[in-house]
């Protein structure tokens, strides 16, 4: 397994991953937000390839004086190829990841899980995340 940057091309690939988990398929927007975060230096985006085919995906940004918070790193998206799941994918991307922002001097990652997926909820408590002191909160528009 290989961990690289992500790259505008992959925008496809990260398409099909996210459309095997989540059964829907993605919109134009959605890979123009692929591609737009490709672009970013400063964020740290991943792919994970096996024999040269994309299987696995983290993307992530910074976020600067966020509600009165030093600035931190979110998890805004992740995905693995439901046929490599558990094979320690989504975990190297994670590292990489983390590697990444500790670098650059960053102590705290954040993001946000459905309170119901608890496979998501288990893959990121072992990689170290716990609750923090946010809340989510939403608000639709009509």
């Known amino acids: 397994m290989r961990i690289r940057r992500l790259k505008n091309e992959d925008a496809d690939e990260v398409g099909r991953i996210y459309t095997a988990i ?13 591609a737009d975060h490709a672009e970013r230096e400063d964020s740290a985006c991943f792919v994970a390839e096996i024999a040269g085919k994309v299987v696995g995906f983290m993307i992530t940004y910074i976020l600067t004086a966020g509600f009165g918070m030093a600035q931190s790193a979110w998890i805004a998206t ?15 991307l ?5 590697d990444f922002y500790r ?18 909820l288990s893959f990121f408590k072992t990689l170290g995340f716990d609750r923090s002191n946010f809340i989510n909160l939403r608000k639709v528009l009509e």
Request: hydrophobic share 35%; charged share 25%.
């Open 22 to 34: 989540t059964r829907k398929p993605v919109s134009v927007d959605f890979k123009r937000v692929v």
């Open 78 to 92: 992740m995905g693995v190829s439901p046929d490599q799941m558990g094979q320690g994918i989504g975990a190297a």
């Open 94 to 98: 994670a590292q990489e990841t983390f």
């Open 103 to 120: 670098g650059r001097g960053i102590e705290n990652v954040y993001t946000s899980v459905r309170w119901d997926s608890t496979d998501m």
